[in-house]
C-alpha cells in the first residue's frame, strides 16, 4: 500500500501567484484533511472532507484558500493569490471512518513545503 | 478552550537511555483522545501511541509507553532503550469523541546521541 501521497514535495512561488497541492489518499479512506504546519508549530486543520463533501471548512481562509475532493477520492488545495505568510508545510492525511471519527489515528502524507518569496 | 501544551522544545538523550516528553491538556469534556505523533525529517507523521481517557491502564507499544495521569491531564510519553532511529519531532494531540479535529501541541525536538 503506497500510503497518503503528496506532491508537489516542495514549492517556492513568489507572492501574488497561484499554487495548488494534490493528495492521493489511502484506498477505501472516506474522510480526508487538510493541515497547514507552520515553522515550530503543530499541524492546524484548514479543511475535513467525507467523501467528496466539505464538512469543516471553518479554518480555511476562504478568501484565497480553495480545496475540492472530486469523486471522493484525490483532493486539491489552492491557494490564489500567496501571502507570504502562507510559507509553511501543507500536510494531507486521511482514515477509514465511520462512527470510529479519527479515533484511531490518522494516516498523514510526507506534505508540501512552501516558501513564498 | 482546548489546549495542548508541551514544556519541552528540545530534548536529546543518550543512545539505550530512556527519556520522557511531558504533555498537558486542557479540556472540560470527560470522553477524548490522546496521541504522540513522531514526525521525522521526512515531514511524514507516524502515529506512535494513543490512549483512551476511558481506559485506566497506560498504553503500551514496544519501547513507547505513556503516563496518562487524566486528573492532572498529563499524558507523557516515555521511549525506552533510545536508537539514533528514534531521532524526530514528537507532537502530542488531543480529540474528543464528537469531533474529528485533532489540537496538536507545539512539539518536542529530540535527538538521541551516539
Known amino acids: 500500500e503506497a500510503g497518503v501521497v503528496q506532491s508537489p514535495r516542495y514549492k517556492i512561488i513568489e507572492k501574488k501567484q497561484p499554487v495548488a497541492f494534490w493528495c492521493n489518499p489511502i484506498?477505501?479512506?472516506?474522510?480526508l484533511y487538510w493541515y497547514r504546519q507552520n515553522l515550530g508549530q503543530g499541524p492546524e486543520l484548514l479543511i475535513r472532507?467525507?467523501?467528496?463533501?466539505?464538512?469543516?471548512d471553518s479554518q480555511l481562509p476562504k478568501d484565497r484558500f480553495s480545496a475540492e475532493r472530486l469523486k471522493g477520492v484525490d483532493s486539491t488545495l489552492k491557494i490564489q493569490p500567496a501571502e507570504l505568510g502562507d510559507s509553511a508545510v501543507y500536510l494531507c492525511?486521511?482514515?477509514?471512518?465511520?462512527?470510529?471519527?479519527?479515533?484511531?489515528?490518522?494516516?498523514f502524507g510526507s506534505g508540501t513545503r512552501l516558501t513564498v518569496v | 478552550a482546548q489546549t495542548v501544551t508541551q514544556s519541552q522544545p528540545e530534548m536529546s538523550v543518550q543512545e539505550a537511555e530512556t527519556v520522557t516528553l511531558s504533555c498537558t491538556y486542557d479540556t472540560s469534556e470527560s470522553n477524548y483522545y490522546l496521541f504522540w505523533y513522531k514526525q521525522p525529517p521526512s515531514r511524514q507523521m507516524i502515529l506512535v501511541i494513543r490512549q483512551e481517557a476511558y481506559k485506566q491502564q497506560n498504553a503500551t507499544e514496544n519501547r513507547f509507553s505513556v503516563n496518562f495521569q487524566k486528573a492532572a491531564k498529563s499524558f507523557s510519553l516515555k521511549i525506552s532503550d533510545s536508537q539514533l532511529g528514534d531521532t524526530a519531532m514528537y507532537f502530542c494531540a488531543f480529540t474528543t469523541s464528537g469531533t474529528y479535529k485533532y489540537i496538536f501541541g507545539t512539539g518536542t525536538r529530540l535527538k538521541v546521541l551516539a
Open positions: 484506498s477505501g479512506h472516506n474522510t
Open positions: 492525511a486521511s482514515s477509514l471512518d465511520g462512527h470510529l471519527r479519527g479515533r484511531d489515528g490518522y494516516t
Open positions: 472532507y467525507e467523501n467528496e463533501e466539505a464538512v469543516d
